[in-house]
């Protein structure tokens, strides 16, 4: 475990240092800061969705948007090691599924289904603080999620296509 | 009510320039600023939560389309138009439009819609009792996740529906040849 955790941080040392995969080292060090910022900004689109403009939609796409600059400044296999397809996928399909239950405690809490019974009944919260709202905070993450982690999906699975069509044309 | 027209020519300009040009770059680049325009009209039309998706949606389209479309040997568009073809959509598009004429004199001005001045319509029923009906400041995230949730779990399954299609199309050929067994 140990050596495997030594390959994979000397593949990471190289793949920054190196010229052919990726950017310039201008770049890659830029863009890891940015990264971070880009990172935080979508989870605060996402997190304060009730009470000022974005939601989870907008705040997934920046989520994602974060990723993507990764990928374009350090070439696709760093980012696949920190975030691989199968993880993706999961986390994917957890977001969805934390969305439909969510409206589906609506029904077993509430009295129909997707009735916001936490603002009606257990947690009204005060209007303009961070804990109010009731389940529409819960939806916000959960959509931020699904679309955040699907369109770096795309994204990564596109990159792959192209790739293999490349590797065709050569041979 | 200026700057309105002003960006409606902008972007129809850019869009004229996106189909007539040959180079792929410059045709894609004009297609974003499409985007960028319509973003720019919707905040100076008071509606910073479109302008915010517009604007992310713009960047990440363009990348997708820029790695997409370009390759290193295809650069230029080559090839004539019909001429058939294009006379016919352009009567086609002509009668539309004449239609359409008639059908832009019913419609009310540009800013009151009808419902607005009914007390009791939906519309004014959130605005009003938004707040403390669904305790959330942002009526558009009430809107969408409170009074017309349902909607929105209809969105969410087509837009996971169509990510699942489109990794289950792009994936297998890239296991195949890079020797993986397909599971």
Redesign the interface.
């Known amino acids: 475990m140990g050596q495997e955790q030594q390959n994979s941080n000397t593949a990471q040392k190289e793949s920054f240092s190196n010229g052919v995969k990726g950017m310039t080292i201008i770049v890659k060090t830029i863009s890891i800061w940015v990264k971070v910022l880009i990172f935080l900004f979508g989870i605060n689109i996402v997190l304060f969705g009730h009470l000022t403009p974005g939601g989870g939609f907008a705040g997934g796409v920046i989520l994602a948007s974060s990723y993507v600059l990764l990928m374009l400044s350090f070439g696709r296999e760093f980012v696949e090691e920190n975030l691989p397809l199968p993880l993706a996928s999961k986390l994917d399909c957890v977001g969805a599924f934390m969305f439909a239950l969510v409206a589906i405690l609506g029904l077993v809490f509430g009295g129909s289904f997707f009735v916001n019974f936490l603002y009606q009944k257990y947690l009204p919260g005060q209007p303009l603080h961070l804990i109010s709202a009731g389940t529409i905070p819960l939806s916000n993450i959960a959509i931020g999620l699904k679309v955040g982690v699907s369109l770096f999906l795309v994204t990564l699975s596109l990159s792959m296509f192209k790739a293999d069509l490349s590797e065709t044309e050569k041979e | 009510m200026t700057i309105f027209y002003i960006l409606l020519i902008f972007m129809v300009v850019a869009a004229v320039i996106a189909v007539e040009t040959k180079d792929l770059l410059s045709s894609v680049i004009c297609v974003s600023a499409i985007g960028f325009g319509g973003s720019l009209m919707f905040l100076f039309l008071r509606a910073?939560?479109i302008a915010?998706?517009q604007v992310?949606?713009e960047?990440?389209s363009l990348?997708?389309l820029i790695?997409?479309t370009i390759?290193r040997d295809l650069t230029f568009i080559t090839g004539d138009r019909e001429f058939f073809g294009t006379v016919v959509s352009v009567v086609i598009i002509f009668v539309i439009f004449l239609a359409g004429l008639k059908i832009l004199d019913t419609l009310p001005d540009f800013g009151t819609p009808v419902f607005a001045r009914v007390a009791e319509s939906p519309s004014q029923i959130y605005v009003r009792k938004g707040?403390e009906d669904?305790?959330?400041?942002?009526i558009?995230?009430?809107i969408?996740?409170?009074y017309r949730?349902?909607d929105?779990?209809g969105e969410?399954t087509v837009?996971?529906t169509s990510?699942l299609g489109?990794?289950v199309i792009?994936?297998s050929?890239?296991r195949k040849?890079?020797g993986e067994p397909d599971k």
Not at chain 2, 134 to 138: H, S
Request: glycine content about 4%.
């Open positions: 910073p939560d915010i998706t992310v949606v960047v990440l990348i997708i790695r997409a390759s707040l669904t305790g959330a400041a942002n558009i995230a009430a969408i996740l409170d949730g349902y929105t779990l969410a837009l996971f990510i489109a990794i792009l994936r050929p890239a040849r890079l």
